[in-house]
Nanobody, 124 residues
Framework: VRLVESGGGNVQVGDSLRLSCVAN????????LGWFRQAPGKEREFVAG????????AYSDSVKGRFTISRENDKRTVHLQMISLTFDDAAVYYC??????????????????WGQGTRVTVSS
């Protein structure tokens, strides 16, 4: 499975941004899809995940209420809508896929497939 992210860029504090990720290859509905991020000097962290049906989602506490993950199975795409961005949201954002058939987002962070990342920069 090849994951290709898009939508990163330079934004100001308080702005919104939508990231997208297209999956090529594999059976798209076999995967939980997630977004992770890594800021300079920090470890990669889980941001959000969505089950294969899209019915179940999970978020880190730092983004809950501001970020929304969604997927379009017919377009093999997952999105991350981000609002009220802060300096702490600046990072490289990675799309990832986990082979998992349950209709929920498991508490597992070792995903099987990763994209190359898209950078989000936040300025004042």
């Amino acid at each position: 499975v090849r994951l290709v992210e898009s939508g990163g860029g330079n934004v100001q504090v308080g702005d919104s941004l939508r990231l997208s990720c297209v999956a090529n290859g594999g059976t798209f509905t076999s995967y939980v899809l997630g977004w992770f991020r890594q800021a300079p000097g920090k470890e990669r962290e889980f941001v959000a995940g969505v089950s294969w049906t899209g019915e179940s989602t999970a978020y880190s506490d730092s983004v809950k209420g501001r970020f929304t993950i969604s997927r379009e199975n017919d377009k093999r795409t997952v999105h991350l809508q981000m609002i009220s961005l802060t300096f702490d949201d600046a990072a490289v954002y990675y799309c990832a896929a986990l082979e998992f058939y349950g209709n929920y987002v498991p508490d597992i962070y070792e995903y099987h497939y990763w994209g190359q990342g898209t950078r989000v920069t936040v300025s004042s």
